[in-house]
């Protein structure tokens, strides 16, 4: 997926009901100076920062294409962003000490 300015754009979880405004999707924010991402996230200009800081509300699940926010309850990084059904699907691919963290999301 390339990077792409985007202004006036919502982001929107898949999985709950989370949504936001966001400023830019991909990996280097031309707003966050010398910062490179492992992954592409939607990213908002935080409100609360003087100084060009950002927050970053989703990424895409690796598996299925989803949006997911970045909440325990909706996504998971390990190496790449999973939402947690994909993750459950595939628990089994994760290391053990991850799938008893992605069981215990899953049954909270």
Not at 63 to 87: E, H, I, P
């Amino acid at each position: 997926m390339a990077a792409a300015d985007t202004l006036g754009k919502t982001f929107s979880c898949s999985s709950c009901d989370f949504v936001v405004e966001y400023q830019y999707q991909g990996r280097k924010p031309p707003f966050a100076k010398n910062i490179m991402l492992v992954e592409d996230c939607y990213i908002m200009k935080d409100p609360f920062s003087t100084s060009g800081g950002f927050v970053c509300v989703g990424g895409i699940c690796s598996l299925c294409g989803c949006s997911v926010c970045m909440s325990n309850d909706c996504s998971l990084f390990y190496t790449q962003r999973f939402c947690l059904k994909c993750a459950g699907k595939n628990m089994k691919e994760f290391p053990p000490e991850l799938q008893q963290e992605i069981s215990h999301r899953l049954n909270s």
